[in-house]
């Protein structure tokens, strides 16, 4: 479990994490949302002691990070996966990561094949593409067989089979009860992974939600009918909210399509138009518009 | 083990598994040796003009010293900079956060690597010197002579501070570059070019009191009465050393990674 109360990060005359309070669980993946700049990567910098709070705290497990004896057995993290020297072999690189920990070679064996690099491991890490770093990064997280994980753009330059391999991995890990908090500015991403998502935007949080609400919230659907008034009361009894649209449509909230279609059947009403319009997607590019650090302007 | 050890450990194979460090390690000692033969050879051609002042100890070291170790300093350098360099300083500091035991790990671990390297660099530019010295047909030194095993001893131990006052400027620094530079300042041009070039009071002093100049005085078996005493000498530079790596750690542990 990692608890954040009150996390206050300032550079210069720039906050770049704002007062942030949440609570990381364990036992389920947590995705950690933002745009660009939005000030994730500094709250997990915080977290682990790299960058000192100007206000607030942060706990792992109950204690201080920076206090504990065996730090890697706590928490794992991938934080930027090229921040290594190239000129080290990929074992003898997670080798003196390990025995700093007094974890041994074995493990480092281990570990070397569960992400998939043990044929490489006589390699020098400054020759690996990409998507290999990122298991190398990914590596240096599992080495202690920590109760905590903090992914940082972990699919960052892996392929389709490697996405899905860090996807599977993070659900496995969250499965054996794990805390898992992985950051990502794709909501795509997050939306096939996370169990649970902390959205912030310029270094406050927006959201603190499970993904069944924010899916929920997140959907929109444009809806034309032959007879409103006898549509309208059904689809609030299903549970979604209407506000009237342009032209004679109107907008229901909080109800996939197939659920609106339902209530239109159960009601004898003919649809004319049932037309999703947020994807979750949009959802999220709603909710952090206001908060993006650098955008681009409307065409 | 202790959580100390583990991290030494790791410092250890850190150093060892960087390709370039230790052909450049064993280089240095070969050149210290070598060079230290040729200064011993032209030395010993003049030792009659010289007297009683001709330190065959001293002069043994004294040249292959003078250049290597601006190698020395700059693999100190490189145990902290290559770190900053390449990003590994934040992935330490997640498996290490305590940033005192990081710092010491790499003083000790790298004080270690230069002092017994120093050592056997010494050892060996004392003994080929001492027998091109008498090829040469000036006087030899033996190690049973007064103050002599002292000089010999004491050069790996200027060995070992010169290394970490290199640590120490690489984590003020940061920057291999900026670092080095500083380092070879400190240890070569203004303590060896320096006093020829300044006011013959402050060249004095320089020579007298610079850290450098001073911890060298342990090197010598001939006595000059304005300089210091040899351990005083070796004191002076070793608490220099250890001010800047107190400063050093001050810095490092107040600064974000």
Known sequence: MIQIDGLTKRFGDRTAVDDLTFTVEPGRVT??????????????????????????????????????????????????????????????????????????????????????????????????????????????ALLGDPKVLLF???????????????????????????????????????????????????????????????????????????????????????????????????????LEARRIGEAAMAAGVVLTELTPQRSLEQAYMDLTRDSVEFQTSAA | MSAMADTMRSEWTKFRTIPSNVPILLATVAFMVGLGAVTANGASRGYQAAGAAFDATYISMYGGFLFVQIAVGS?????????????????????????????????????????????????????????????????????????????????GMIWALVGLTGVAFGFLLRDTMAATTVVVAVNFIIP????????????????????????LQVTTTVHHAERLAPWTGLGLMAAFTAVLLAVAFAVFRSRDA
């Not at chain 1, 974890?103 to 020759?127: C, F, N, P, Q, T």
């Not at chain 1, 392929?159 to 795509?188: C, F, N």
């Not at chain 1, 096939?192 to 609400?213: F, P, Y």
């Not at chain 2, 060896?192 to 911890?215: F, K, N």
């Open chain 1, 152 to 254: 940082d753009e972990p699919v960052n330059g892996l392929d389709p089979e490697g996405i899905k391999w860090i996807r599977e991995l993070m659900r496995g890990l969250a499965g054996e009860g794990r805390t898992v908090l992985v950051s990502s500015h794709l909501m795509s991403e997050m939306a096939q992974t996370a169990d649970h998502l902390i959205v912030i935007g310029r270094g406050r949080l927006i959201a603190d939600v499970g993904i069944g609400e924010f899916v929920r919230q997140g959907s929109n659907v444009l809806v034309r009918a032959d007879d409103h008034d006898r549509l309208v009361p059904r689809l609030i009894e299903a549970g979604g909210s209407v506000q009237q649209g342009t032209d004679g449509s109107f907008i229901v909230t909080g």
């Open chain 2, 75 to 155: 693999l100190g350098v490189l145990v902290v900079s290559s770190e900053y360099a390449t990003g590994m300083i934040r992935t330490s500091l997640t498996v290490v956060p305590r940033r005192g035991r990081l710092l010491a790990a790499k003083v000790w671990t790298f004080g270690l690597i230069a002092l017994v390297m120093g050592e056997i660099a010494a050892f060996g530019a004392f003994l080929l010197g001492q027998t091109v010295i008498g090829a040469a047909g000036a006087p030899p030194a033996t190690l049973g002579q007064p103050g002599v095993l002292r000089a010999v001893v004491g050069m």
């Open chain 2, 192 to 215: 060896i070019i320096g006093p020829r070039l300044m006011p013959d009071a402050v060249g004095e002093w320089v020579s007298t009191y610079w850290p450098i100049s001073a911890g």
């Open chain 1, 31 to 140: 995705g950690f949302l933002g745009p660009n700049g939005a000030g994730k990567s500094t709250t997990m910098r915080m977290i682990l002691g790299l960058d000192e709070p100007n206000a607030g705290s942060v706990t792992v497990n109950g204690h201080d990070y920076v206090g504990v004896t065996r730090p890697m057995r706590e928490v794992g993290a991938l934080l930027d996966a090229r921040a290594l020297h190239k000129g080290r072999t990929a074992r003898n690189h997670l080798l003196c990561l390990a025995q700093t920990n007094g974890i041994e070679g074995k493990r480092v064996d281990e570990v070397l094949e569960l992400v998939g690099l043990k044929s490489v491991a006589r390699r020098r890490a400054g020759s690996f593409s990409l998507g290999m770093g990122q298991r190398l990064g990914i590596a240096v």
